[in-house]
Nanobody, 115 residues
């Protein structure tokens, strides 16, 4: 069982940066591939980035070159560094295992980017 708590969201102007954190509980965190996802009201949740247990990463085309996912297994934490933010990045951001499991969705953290 894994419990996930996201933090670090906020309001920034376009071009700004934010760093999201996802604190995980559970003994299996270190062997899990983890992902960040986001959702805009009225739209489906979409995958943003993933990181394997060994540190391999991948990201959606819409955020490649701007967002960086990382993890600290000693702290059971996954991060999402978001640079060059755009208004279209506005969403609630969630972390989950990858592929996502319904029972692991947390409350997310709101990111708002103004133009």
């Amino acid at each position: 069982q894994v419990q996930l708590v996201e933090s670090g969201g906020g309001s920034v102007q376009a071009g700004g940066s934010l760093r999201l954190s996802c604190a995980a509980s559970g003994s299996t965190f270190n062997i899990r591939t983890m992902g960040w996802y986001r959702q805009v009201p009225g739209k489906q949740r979409e995958w943003v980035a993933l990181i394997s247990s060994g540190g391999g990463t991948n990201a959606a085309d819409s955020v490649k070159g701007r967002f960086t996912i990382s993890r600290d297994n000693a702290k059971n934490t996954v991060y999402l560094q978001m640079n060059s933010l755009k208004p279209e990045d506005t969403a609630v951001y969630y972390c989950n295992v990858y592929p996502a499991l319904r029972e692991y969705w947390g409350r997310g953290t709101q990111v708002t980017v103004s133009s």
